[in-house]
């Protein structure tokens, strides 16, 4: 089931969620890069770091979310393009596209079913010596996302939402051992980040902008209102405010960054 994304909501915790990018980004070591491209792109607010730290590269932010393109066309400087980053690790037998020398991904690869898959395919479009890094949630196992699938389940809504997309990702070793099979130099770990919420019912308007969009959106409108106020009370629950009103959500990143080896080098 198609849905689509509000970037002024997903950018309420902007600096929440543009921490573990910088992190990522902080263990990459390339130097002078040509092309670098940011797979899931989102509003673009994350993709102006890439540029300011390469200014000699051409990069290019790519999103399926005509919505997430149309906020990023307000940062000057880069290329951006609505496009399904599977597209991008399909096999290019005439090697007709251009190598890319830093390839991101940020928060996006969970979205997609069975991404393992595309792992090889995305080192494939990397010059030699070029890096992949990427960083996904590794929570969907905490209250945030669990009560979300529990509620899910119970009718009346379980009839609207079963086609609702939901995220999954795997534990960093995982990952790690695709890209070393693939011969590539890996290091891949996690973070626990806890983050201080304030406001009512914040952990609800934290998910409602990611994970849970899929699901509110599926449900019909007489029905959302509904899950909503059982959703927030179950987070209530499990993510009780202290007496000055704040909120403490624990969220796991997984982090991998990749480098491919170096080989015959690509004119």
Same mark, same amino acid.
């Given at each position: 089931?198609?849905?689509?994304?509000?970037?002024?909501?997903?950018?309420?915790?902007?600096?929440?969620?543009?921490?573990?990018?910088?992190?990522?980004?902080?263990?990459?070591?390339?130097?002078?890069?040509?092309?670098?491209?940011?797979?899931?792109?989102?509003?673009?607010?994350?993709?102006?770091?890439?540029?300011?730290?390469?200014?000699?590269?051409?990069?290019?932010?790519?999103?399926?979310?005509?919505?997430?393109?149309?906020?990023?066309?307000?940062?000057?400087?880069?290329?951006?393009?609505?496009?399904?980053?599977?597209?991008?690790?399909?096999?290019?037998?005439?090697?007709?596209?251009?190598?890319?020398?830093?390839?991101?991904?940020?928060?996006?690869?969970?979205? $997609?079913?069975?991404?393992?898959?595309?792992?090889?395919?995305?080192?494939?479009?990397?010059?030699?010596?070029?890096?992949?890094?990427?960083?996904?949630?590794?929570?969907?196992?905490?209250?945030?996302?669990?009560?979300?699938?529990?509620?899910?389940?119970?009718?009346?809504?379980?009839?609207?939402?079963?086609?609702?997309?939901?995220?999954?990702?795997?534990?960093?070793?995982?990952?790690?051992?695709?890209?070393?099979?693939?011969?590539?130099? $890996?290091?891949?770990?996690?973070?626990?980040?806890?983050?201080?919420?304030?406001?009512?019912?914040?952990?609800?308007?934290?998910?409602?902008?990611?994970?849970?969009?899929?699901?509110?959106?599926?449900?019909?409108?007489?029905?959302?209102?509904?899950?909503?106020?059982?959703?927030?009370?179950?987070?209530?629950?499990?993510?009780?405010?202290?007496?000055?009103?704040? $909120?403490?959500?624990?969220?796991?990143?997984?982090?991998?960054?990749?480098?491919?080896?170096?080989?015959?080098?690509?004119?």
């Amino acid at each position: 089931m198609s849905h689509t994304w509000d970037p002024d909501r997903y950018l309420a915790y902007a600096d929440e969620r543009g921490r573990p990018f910088v992190d990522l980004l902080a263990r990459v070591p390339a130097e002078s890069p040509r092309v670098v491209v940011d797979l899931g792109c989102g509003p673009g607010n994350l993709t102006a770091l890439l540029a300011d730290r390469w200014r000699g590269a051409e990069v290019t932010g790519v999103d399926s979310s005509p919505e997430m393109i149309e906020a990023a066309r307000a940062v000057d400087g880069i290329r951006w393009e609505v496009g399904d980053l599977r597209d991008w690790a399909r096999p290019d037998p005439l090697a007709l596209r251009e190598p890319i020398d830093v390839l991101v991904s940020n928060a996006t690869l969970q979205w $997609v079913l069975d991404h393992l898959e595309l792992l090889p395919g995305l080192v494939d479009r990397l010059r030699p010596g070029g890096w992949l890094a990427f960083q996904v949630p590794g929570n969907f196992d905490e209250p945030s996302h669990t009560t979300r699938t529990d509620l899910a389940a119970r009718e009346p809504y379980a009839a609207h939402v079963g086609d609702a997309r939901v995220p999954a990702s795997h534990d960093p070793a995982v990952y790690a051992r695709v890209l070393l099979d693939l011969g590539c130099e $890996v290091d891949a770990w996690e973070t626990t980040y806890l983050h201080v919420l304030t406001g009512e019912d914040p952990v609800f308007d934290w998910v409602s902008g990611t994970g849970a969009r899929p699901t509110l959106q599926a449900l019909p409108d007489d029905l959302r209102p509904l899950f909503e106020d059982e959703f927030k009370a179950l987070l209530r629950e499990a993510y009780p405010a202290d007496a000055a009103g704040r $909120v403490v959500l624990p969220f796991r990143r997984i982090f991998v960054v990749a480098r491919k080896p170096q080989g015959v080098p690509v004119p």
